[in-house]
């Protein structure tokens, strides 16, 4: 069974700009959760999506949007980038959150803001 | 809102020597789930805990849920090379099953 696939790994943007995140969850999860790591700051949850509707928000502005398309695919948009966003961002999908099923991590994305 | 703290936040030890890393709650939690993150890796599921008193071993980890439900501990028998990372806990809310995490500790082998 393939594992959560994040993409791109890596993504180097500048201030100001708009940059978009993908993540592909385990075959038959549902739930898609996401979260931004920095050092020393341990992991922030984004965002939660289950069945397309997101279902859990973290302290995060605005900026930070998300969606989940029908196949349970994820995307995390973040707006108007500002230094502080540079982070490792990690998508977790389970079976359902709600039943507290343990969290796939994929790898993640790297994000460098210039 | 709920929060859970654990310590501490690094560990060194020498190879051999054992590691322990605590997770506290000043409310009852209804389950608590352990990761490890390997360093440059991403965290990987270990165990979830759910019953007062639990212990749950795996090889050399021993895992406990406090008679409470308001703590929990990790505790590694003679540490090894391999289980060098930063090791978490996280338990859901009952009111929106959102994972509420623990900072981490990291674990560090002395050389």
């Known amino acids: 069974k393939a594992g959560v696939t994040q993409t791109p790994r890596y993504l180097i943007k500048t201030r100001g700009q708009q940059v978009t995140l993908s993540c592909s969850p385990i075959?038959?999860?549902?739930?898609v959760s996401w979260y931004q790591q920095t050092p020393g700051q341990g992991l922030q949850f984004l965002f939660e999506?289950?069945?397309?509707?997101?279902?859990n928000k973290g302290n995060f502005p605005g900026r930070f949007s998300g969606r989940q398309f029908s196949n349970s695919r994820s995307e995390m948009n973040v707006s108007t980038l500002e230094l502080g966003d540079s982070a490792l961002y990690l998508c977790?999908?389970?079976?359902?959150?709600?039943?507290?099923?343990?969290?796939?991590f994929g790898d993640g994305t790297r994000l460098s803001i210039l | 809102g709920q929060q859970v703290m654990q310590i501490p936040q690094y560990q060194h030890v020498q190879e051999g020597e054992d590691f322990t890393t605590y997770c506290n709650s000043s409310t009852t939690l209804s389950n608590i789930q352990w990761y490890k993150q390997r360093p440059g890796g991403h965290p990987v599921f270990l165990i979830q805990l759910v019953k007062s008193g639990e212990v749950k071993k795996q090889k050399r980890l021993t895992f406990q849920f406090g008679e409470a439900k308001k703590n929990s501990s990790l505790h590694i028998t003679a540490t090894q090379t391999t289980d060098v990372g930063t090791y978490f806990c996280?338990?859901?809310?009952?009111?929106?099953?959102?994972?509420?995490w623990g900072a981490g500790t990291k674990l560090i082998i002395k050389p």
């Open positions: 075959s038959g999860h549902r739930s």
């Open positions: 996280a338990s859901s809310q009952d009111s929106n099953y959102q994972l509420i």
């Open positions: 977790a999908s389970s079976l359902d959150m709600a039943s507290n099923q343990p969290q796939h």
């Open positions: 999506y289950f069945s397309e509707t997101q279902r």
